[in-house]
């Protein structure tokens, strides 16, 4: 059985910093595609970075270098730094992944979710 479960969400000021990790059970992230989304209520949920099995990166997004996806193959974790901190990034952040090695935008391509995180950048 697959898990993904994400920590470090958090509340902090305008250009903080916050580093959110995922940790994988039965899903080998070293294999495959994985991604961070996010979600605001009432909005799409929209990816923000994700890294495939060739640690090729990809952004949904202009994030003008804030963000940084990584993953320990080690600890079977994906994280995801986030600096600079802007009120707009405030969302539930979900680590996703899918049983193929490249990946997608779309949320509907990933086969796995975690239960989300949530960041809250506020003055």
């Known amino acids: 059985q697959v898990q993904l479960a994400e920590s470090g969400g958090d509340s902090v000021q305008p250009g903080g910093s916050l580093r959110l990790s995922c940790v994988s059970s039965?899903?080998?992230?070293?294999?495959?595609?994985l991604a961070w989304f996010r979600q605001v209520p009432g909005s799409k949920r929209e990816i923000v970075l994700s890294?495939?099995?060739?640690?090729?990166?990809e952004y949904g997004e202009s994030l003008e270098g804030r963000f940084t996806i990584s993953k320990d193959k080690t600890k079977n974790s994906l994280y995801l730094q986030m600096n600079f901190l802007k009120p707009e990034d405030s969302a539930t952040y979900y680590c996703?992944?899918?049983?193929?090695?490249?990946?997608?935008?779309?949320?509907?391509?990933?086969?796995?979710w975690g239960q989300g995180t949530q960041v809250a950048v506020v003055a």
């Open positions: 890294i495939d099995k060739y640690d090729l990166i």
């Open positions: 039965g899903y080998h992230v070293s294999k495959s595609c």
């Open positions: 996703a992944g899918r049983n193929y090695e490249s990946c997608f935008r779309s949320p509907t391509e990933y086969q796995y």
